[in-house]
C-alpha cells in the first residue's frame, strides 16, 4: 500500500506481511478512507490465516485485533465479518484450503471495490452540472478505496462523460487529507484543481461557482445522517444555506441500517498532536487543550443525495436506503 502520510513530497510503498503490522497500518493511518480499510482488513485476516501456525485457535484474535483498529468507518467491520461468515462456512474443511479461500475472498473484495466505485461514479456523473465547480472534502478518491474513488469517482466519471468541470479541495485540517491526497491525486488525472483552506469553502459556496459539493462517507446510519471527516458538517449547512446540492457518494457497504440515527455513531478521537503541529513543527502553545474529534455528522435533512453502486437515495432516506440494501443482496 501507499504509505498515505508521506504523500505528497514523497511516494512510498509500504509491505505488510503479518495483520500485525494491517493492524499498525490502519491504526497510524498509512492506509485511510473506510473502503480501503476495509479492503485492508479482509486482506489482514487473510495474511493472519495464512502465517498461523493454528489458524482456529488464532482466527478470533487476529479479527479482534484489526477491528480494534478505528472505531467509526463501518467498511473496517464489513470486511472483518465477511470474512469471519466465509471462515465459519468452512469448518471441517483441511487447513490449506481454508487459507485459499480466504486469500482468494479478500482479492475477490478488492476487485468487487473497484467495480463498486465505477458504478458509483455512473450513477453520480449526470448529478454534477455541467461547466460548474465541484467542491470536495477530505479524501474519497483511488487512495480511499483500492482504486478509483467514491467522491472521486462521481468527479472522474463526470470527467470521462465529457463535461467540463474543476475541482475545489478542502486542504481538510487537521490532517490535511485534502491538500495532501486529493490534490494529489486530481493533479495525476490533470482534472483542474484549486486548493482552498477550509475556513473559505462558505465564501465559495455563496460566489455562485460551485455546481455542488461532492463528499465520501465513514458511516451512514438508517435515516441517511453521515458520518464523514471532521468539517464536512459544517460544509453541508453551508451548502444548502446557498442552494447548492450536497451528495454523499460511497458503497452500500458504508451504510450501518442497525443504527436508526447518526448520533449513535461512534466518532474517534485522535492524538492531539495533529492539532497543536503541522509535521513535526509545534503551532500552538505547549499545553493548550485539544479536542481532535476526527469525524462529524451531518444531519439528513442537509443530503440532496446518497449515491450508491445501486443508485442514488433521495429523501425519504430510511426506506430508499434499505430499498437499496435488498437490491444488494439479491
Known sequence: MIDQTLLPTQTV??????YLEVASAIKTMIIRGAPAIGVAAA????IGVQKSADPDADFA??????????????????GIERMRRLWASLAGKPVAEKQAAMIAEAVLVKDEDVAI???????????VPDGKTVLTHCNAGAL????????????????????KIDVFADETRPFL?????????????????????????GHFLKSGRIGCVVV??????????????????????????????FYVAAPISTLDLTLTDGSLI??????????????GVPVAPEGVGVCNPAFDVTPNRYVAGIITEYGVATAPFEENLRALAAKAKK
Open 13 to 18: 510503498f509500504v509491505t505488510c506481511t503479518d
Open 43 to 46: 486482506m489482514g485476516v487473510a
Open 61 to 78: 484474535t487476529i479479527c479482534d485485533t484489526l477491528a480494534a483498529t478505528r472505531p467509526t468507518a463501518v467498511n473496517l467491520f464489513w
Open 117 to 127: 466505485c465505477k458504478e458509483i461514479g455512473r450513477h453520480g456523473a449526470p448529478l
Open 144 to 163: 480511499a478505496t483500492a482504486g478509483y474513488g467514491t467522491a472521486l469517482g462521481v468527479i472522474r466519471a463526470a470527467v470521462e462523460a465529457g463535461k
Open 177 to 201: 487529507q485534502g491538500a495532501r491526497l486529493t490534490a494529489w491525486e486530481l493533479m495525476q488525472d490533470k482534472i483542474p484543481t484549486t486548493l482552498i483552506t477550509d475556513n473559505m469553502a
Open 216 to 245: 465520501g462517507a465513514d458511516r451512514i446510519a438508517a435515516n441517511g445522517d453521515v458520518a464523514n471527516k471532521i468539517g464536512t458538517y459544517s460544509v453541508a449547512v453551508l451548502a444548502k444555506e446557498n442552494g447548492v446540492p
Open 266 to 279: 461512534p466518532i474517534e478521537e485522535r492524538s492531539a498532536a495533529e492539532v497543536t503541529s503541522v509535521f
